[in-house]
């Protein structure tokens, strides 16, 4: 475990109608879902209060990329939560592939029993756990944080 950063991390998988949070314990053994927050103007403050009671060390972001690592339409929209949620929070946020990260939440809730209409309103929190448990998985491996760190406003710096 050489080279992970001890503490705790909100997982933040973004979507057009819902936004699914996660965190982990400080020693990242494990992540698990904490909220679905509704996509809505007070979405940024109720993670924010989220992150005033957790006290994350930073936001892990899902970045959706297509099959070939490329922009989908949805991520510029991620990459502009991110950067808002930083600038609000003044945490640092890094942005992580998520790709097959809701394939992978739909598949574990269907072994788990649940059809895709019963798991819609916890489909964003799994999806958010997958996304920052890999993160996890990867800083532990790798000695080097996942992702890629959303640049710091300079106005707010």
């Known amino acids: ?17 819902r936004i699914g949070v996660a965190r982990c314990d400080p020693d990242g053994m494990l992540a698990f879902p904490i909220e679905t ?17 957790y006290e994350p060390i930073e936001f892990v972001v899902g970045l959706p990329v ?24 003044k945490i640092p946020v890094r942005l992580v592939d998520e790709r097959l990260s809701t394939v992978t939440a ?14 819609r309103s916890i489909v964003d929190q799994v999806a958010a756990v997958v996304l920052l448990q ?17 640049p710091l406003d300079e106005e707010s710096a």
């Open 37 to 53: 927050v509704p996509r809505a103007e007070t979405s940024l403050g109720r993670i924010a209060e989220l992150a005033d009671e």
């Open 106 to 119: 739909h598949a574990a809730l269907r072994s788990s029993g649940r059809t895709q209409k019963n798991s």
């Open 1 to 17: 475990m050489s080279g992970f950063r001890r503490g705790v991390r909100l997982g933040i998988d973004v979507g057009k109608a």
């Open 66 to 89: 297509n099959m070939q690592g490329t922009d989908t339409p949805s991520t510029a929209d991620a990459r502009t939560f991110a950067a808002d949620l930083q600038a609000r929070t």
């Open 134 to 150: 890999q993160a996890i998985d990867t800083e532990k491996s790798t000695g080097n944080p996942a992702g890629v760190a959303v």
